[in-house]
């Protein structure tokens, strides 16, 4: 029975060279001589640091520009609050989303069962694996997450005959 998984997965080595690159453009940016603006990442968490809240605002647009530059879509950041550390510093954690949420993954197989395409999704951990009898039926499916959930860039794997 020919089916697919739908998932979400970020290069993380694409991630940490975007990261690693957005720092080295922070370091040396002379409206960032002598300030705290930094970056650190540690596996899917990266927290920007900084001044003033403007400033983390600066480093975050430095830390987007170079995502998309390295073509990691910048769906996957998770923005947080920005808070006060100490003194006059300011932080913001951004998390890298991996894996389908329980509440999403939901939410892709009711829309698949409201389609009426003659094809099944079931949730199995992080991801939806997609199921039908003709492979048209799941390019179909896969056409229609494309246009229905665009808060996430969902990717398809596994496809099989």
Known sequence: MPSFDTVLEPDLVEVRNAVDQANKEVGT?????????????KDKEITLYGDSDFQVGQV?????????KRQVDVRFLDFGDIEKIGGDKVKQLVKVKAGIEAELAKKIVKLIKDSKLKVSASIQGDTVRVQGAKRDDLQAAIAL?????????????????
């Open 29 to 41: 940016r002379f409206d960032f001589k002598g300030s705290s603006a930094k970056i650190e990442h």
């Open 145 to 161: 997450m494309r246009k229905d959930i665009t808060e996430v860039p969902l990717s398809f794997n596994n496809f099989r005959d």
């Open 60 to 68: 975050r647009d430095v830390l987007t520009a170079k995502m998309t």
